[in-house]
């Protein structure tokens, strides 16, 4: 039996993800996340233990769109005919300090 150290809830944002800084950004969309980790789809190849930056767009009511980065790595791949579902680690939990928008977000799910 799998155990997990953080809660998962349904998150449905749009993401960007990228492997190098200045490398093309991947778009997708995420299905589910943690303080410790994101679960989503994307087009883009992807392999499993592979460092990734996470791109999330946000809504803010006062500022509209917000882009909060979070490092992490590929830790599960399954590609199917829709494309690819990857689960990816951050590198650190998530805390309120470095990313409050999204941390108020998945708390209040």
């Not at 460092?51 to 009511?61: G, K, N, Q, S």
């Not at 980065?69 to 951050?90: C, H, I, S, T, W």
Request: proline content about 6%; aromatic content about 6%; glycine content about 12%.
């Amino acid at each position: 039996m799998e155990r997990r150290r953080y809660e998962r809830v349904n998150f449905f944002c749009r993401v960007g993800l990228t492997t190098l800084p200045g490398a093309p950004v991947r778009e997708g969309r995420s299905t589910d996340i943690s303080l410790g980790g994101v679960g989503l789809t994307t087009g883009g190849q992807f392999a499993v233990g592979q460092p990734v930056t996470v791109t999330f767009y946000l809504r803010d009511p006062r500022q509209g769109e917000v882009q909060d980065q979070v490092p992490g790595r590929v830790v599960n791949l399954k590609a199917d005919m829709d494309g690819n579902r990857l689960g990816v680690e951050f590198l650190e939990p998530l805390d309120e300090r470095r990313h409050p928008l999204l941390v108020r977000k998945v708390l209040s799910l």
